[in-house]
């Protein structure tokens, strides 16, 4: 996880020491994961009713890689009765939601969660059944090794499921605000390809690279017009994260972004009832020879 960095010519606030940015960041970034399940509830269904169709009857030892708030690792323990489903991530406040998540369902004895850092170490036992990881490996520093690592804890057998955008979201109808928002996908796919290089990479390659057999690869289109009601709380999260990270835009666009999320004019997100959530997720699938 980065700290995030508030620009103080835009959002009008000054340095933040690091342990602040990061809880900040986490507690923004976690926010956001949990409107994503709601918002993309369509989405994470049919991606886990996929990969739970695909591993059959099998799956008594689920890790959820880079859990978040656990999203996946709840869907997962609704679809495989019997299993248990390991949260892994680096996050303490991520892994108390999907604590809380799992009393309030009435899981918590099937959902384990463990904090560890992934570059540091493998932290889960072997046999595993099934591995998922959404969105999580482009913030790994060796994605490679981590691959090989569930390789090694998987069973003959046992499957692994990824889940990346290929695409960023997008929100804005065509026109001036497609334009604004083309621009700072632009700007913050800059931010990313410095900070989260493998942000886009080629996750089936790297998979057969670990040792895995591909067995399929799923894309999910994505485009809700209209929006459902809890998706001005999801963009406004989305052009806020872009706001907190991008220095030095444009007068104009500042001014244009500061619109969106700031104040009740007619052109605040809040207020709006033409914007769509169009993207793509795409799930790889492969399995341990
Ligand atoms: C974009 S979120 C995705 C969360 C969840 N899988 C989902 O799709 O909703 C990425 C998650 O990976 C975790 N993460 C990032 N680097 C990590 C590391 N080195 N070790 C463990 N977890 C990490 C973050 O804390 C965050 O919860």
């Known amino acids: ?23 900040h960041d986490d507690s923004s970034l976690a926010d956001l994961l949990d409107l994503d399940a709601v918002v993309l509830h369509e989405y994470w269904t049919g991606a886990l009713d996929w990969v739970r169709r695909a591993a059959g009857g099998d799956g008594q030892r689920i890790v959820d890689l880079g859990a978040g708030t656990g999203t996946g690792t709840l869907l997962l323990a609704h679809r495989f009765d019997h299993a248990e489903v390991i949260a892994v991530d680096a996050s303490a406040e991520m892994l108390h939601r999907v604590r809380a998540k799992a009393q309030d369902q009435g899981l918590a004895d099937r959902i384990t969660t463990v904090h560890a850092d992934l570059d540091e170490r493998w932290p889960v036992p072997g046999p595993v059944d099934l591995t998922w990881a959404s969105l999580s490996l482009h913030h790994l520093a060796d994605p490679d ?5 569930v390789h090694a804890a998987t069973r003959p057998g046992g499957l692994i499921a990824v889940a990346e955008f290929p695409v960023q979201l997008r929100f804005l109808p065509d026109g001036a605000g497609a334009a604004l928002e083309s621009r700072l996908l632009e700007r913050i796919g800059r931010y990313q390809a410095e900070r989260l290089p493998e942000l886009g990479s080629d996750w089936a390659a790297r998979l057969t690279a670990a040792g895995f057999a591909l067995l399929d690869e799923r894309t999910f289109d994505i485009d809700l017009a209209p929006a459902p009601s809890e998706a001005a709380d999801y963009a406004a999260l989305w052009f806020g994260r872009m706001r907190d990270r991008l220095d030095d835009l444009d007068p104009a666009d500042a001014a244009a972004l500061a619109g969106l999320l700031d104040g009740d004019g007619p052109g605040t997100l809040h207020r709006r009832d033409d914007f769509r959530v169009r993207g793509t997720r795409t799930v790889t699938l492969a399995r341990r020879p």
Not at 15 to 21: E, F, K, N, V, Y
Not at 145 to 149: A, G, K, Q, Y
């Open 145 to 149: 090794r981590v691959l090989r690592d």
């Open 1 to 23: 996880m980065r700290s995030a960095h508030r620009s103080p010519t835009v959002a009008g606030m000054g340095h933040h020491d690091h342990d602040h940015d990061h809880h």
